[in-house]
């Protein structure tokens, strides 16, 4: 089975523009958790999406926001972007959504934000 | 509120050596506990968990981790360490009914393995 893409996997935006990344999981995975990773803040919980629905949120502002389409693949919204949203952003998808399921990440995208 | 630490940032070894990777962990109730990898510009990749059962969990590349209730760790050893093992190591935890899809990562440990 293909593992999880991401896509684009290298972005550089201005401060105030807004970005689209997109995620597609393991075929027949159904939820999907997105991540901020910084070297300052490490792992950090953005969302999760399993059946279109989001289950699930984090701690961030509202400028991050997402959405999953019927055949699963999940798209991360960024609007008024900051410098501090500079990181990479990982998708983990898992089979359902549930606690005792491991996820399974993508190789991430890496944006800069200047 | 749940949290994972990992007290080491750093932890260096000999080729051939055994290896801990440390990790404790705060929850109410009952933890699920994960380990995952992550090498240089790449996702992580899931090594082995906890949900119930046989505290000893083996998982991939000769991994196992020790679920210890009493002391709340769950760390990661190996009994031999190759110099391939060497890269960052995430420990994460879930527990039970709120959180689905949602991991608290501890702050990674970067294991280098020595020649």
């Known amino acids: 089975k293909a593992g999880v893409t991401q896509t684009p996997r290298y972005l550089i935006k201005t401060r105030g523009q807004q970005v689209t990344l997109s995620c597609s999981p393991i075929?027949?995975?159904?939820?999907v958790s997105w991540y901020q990773q910084t070297p300052g803040q490490g792992l950090q919980f953005l969302f999760e999406y399993f059946s279109e629905t989001q289950r699930n949120k984090g701690n961030f502002p509202g400028r991050f926001s997402g959405r999953q389409f019927s055949n699963s693949r999940s798209e991360m919204n960024v609007s008024t972007l900051e410098l501090g949203d500079s990181a990479l952003y990982l998708c983990?998808?898992?089979?359902?959504?549930?606690?005792?399921?491991?996820?399974?990440f993508g190789p991430g995208t890496r944006l800069t934000v200047t | 509120a749940q949290s994972v630490a990992q007290p080491e940032d750093q932890v260096n070894v000999a080729e051939g050596n055994p290896l801990t990777v440390k990790c404790t962990y705060s929850?109410?109730?009952?933890?699920?506990l994960f380990w995952y990898v992550q090498y240089p510009n790449r996702g992580l990749q899931f090594l082995l968990k906890?949900?119930?059962?046989?505290?000893l969990v083996k998982g991939s590349y000769g991994f196992e981790a020790e679920f210890n209730k009493s002391q709340t760790s769950f760390h990661l050893k190996k009994p031999s360490a190759l110099v391939s093992d060497s890269a960052l190591y995430f420990c994460a935890v879930r527990f039970f009914n709120t959180n689905a899809g949602k991991s608290t990562f501890g702050d990674g440990t970067t294991l280098t393995v020595k020649p």
């Open positions: 983990a998808s898992s089979l359902v959504s549930g606690e005792t399921y491991e996820q399974y």
């Open positions: 075929s027949g995975h159904r939820s």
């Open positions: 929850v109410s109730g009952n933890p699920y």
């Open positions: 906890y949900i119930t059962g046989d505290n």
